[in-house]
């Protein structure tokens, strides 16, 4: 196996392993390249739907999408993102999954299964790169701060995609099953001990204990902060393409520029817990 960097701050493409049917000692070497290096890719992976799902759970086990499991689904499925002439890009924007959640997801699996002729890059940031950043006093300040997150802007997408009739009834559900949730700012990984900013972009609604003022200059101040080229690595999506990233320690976001033309991409998740 060859794990060759992307990235000043993070990102690696591994060659030298068919995900299909690795082995082992293959897994264990391919997740300690994604703590090491937070994002991992690789080309022309040739997997199918069920291999890809079954490639996710030799790390943990799949989760059930929220939207899924309020419409009565129980067992793990993909989230099938799908852009084009008749459905605009939405995920052009740093986050992280599903923070609305009490625990977050631990790592996301995403495959190219349409991509376009040019355009439709996928970009990742590194938090812990991110808060390495920030001057000492600032760290201090951050690290006692927690954030209010909700699926309201979930919610609205969803209405909007789906028309008021369907989607009201099931946005009526997601804010029963997933009320506001408070994260701390800052978290700790569980496995690597490092420091990492979370930052749920659209899903982070308010700093807690500050006010109206203040948070909006918090979250202000980091959406400009993660959003410097030093953090970032980028790829360019070939068909069969499989990227793994840690998601208690990066953003990331799918870059708009190819709309109109289609690109189409599935993802799983494995479940995390609640950050500290």
Not at 100 to 110: D, I, Q, V
Not at 115 to 136: E, I, K, N, Q
Not at 180 to 185: D, F, G, R, T
Not at 239 to 257: K, M, N, P
Request: charged share 30%.
């Amino acid at each position: 196996m060859d794990v060759r960097p992307l990235g000043g701050a993070l990102g690696a493409e591994i060659v030298g392993v068919d995900i299909r049917d690795p082995s082992d000692r293959e897994i264990g070497d391919i997740y300690d390249a994604l703590l090491e290096h937070e994002v991992v890719i690789f080309r022309d992976t040739e997997v199918d739907d069920d291999q890809h799902l079954a490639f996710a759970g030799r790390f943990g086990k799949p989760s059930v999408f929220p939207l899924s499991a309020v419409m009565g689904e129980t067992q793990p499925s993909f989230q099938i993102i799908s852009d084009g002439p008749d459905s605009e890009p939405v995920t052009d924007y740093w986050h992280t999954d599903v923070t609305w959640t009490p625990e977050p997801p631990r790592a996301a699996f995403l495959r190219a299964t349409i991509v376009p002729d040019r355009g439709g890059d996928t970009m990742w940031g590194s938090m812990t790169a991110a808060y390495d950043a920030l001057s000492p006093a600032v760290q201090t300040f951050f690290d006692g701060l927690t954030v209010r997150h909700d699926n309201e802007s979930f919610i609205r997408g969803m209405i909007e995609k789906l028309g008021e009739e369907a989607g009201r009834p099931l946005g009526e559900k997601l804010r029963m099953a997933y009320p506001p949730v408070e994260h701390p700012l800052i978290r700790t990984h569980p496995e690597t001990g490092r420091k990492a900013i979370l930052y749920g972009g659209r899903f982070m609604r308010d700093v807690v204990g500050l006010r109206a003022n203040e948070s909006d200059s918090v979250l202000a101040f980091l959406r400009r902060h993660i959003d410097q080229p030093v953090f970032h690595a980028r790829w360019r999506w070939g068909l069969g393409d499989l990227a793994i990233w840690d998601e208690r320690s990066t953003v990331h976001r799918g870059l708009a520029d190819h709309y109109p033309r289609t690109r189409e991409v599935r993802r799983c998740v494995i479940d995390g817990d609640r950050p500290v």
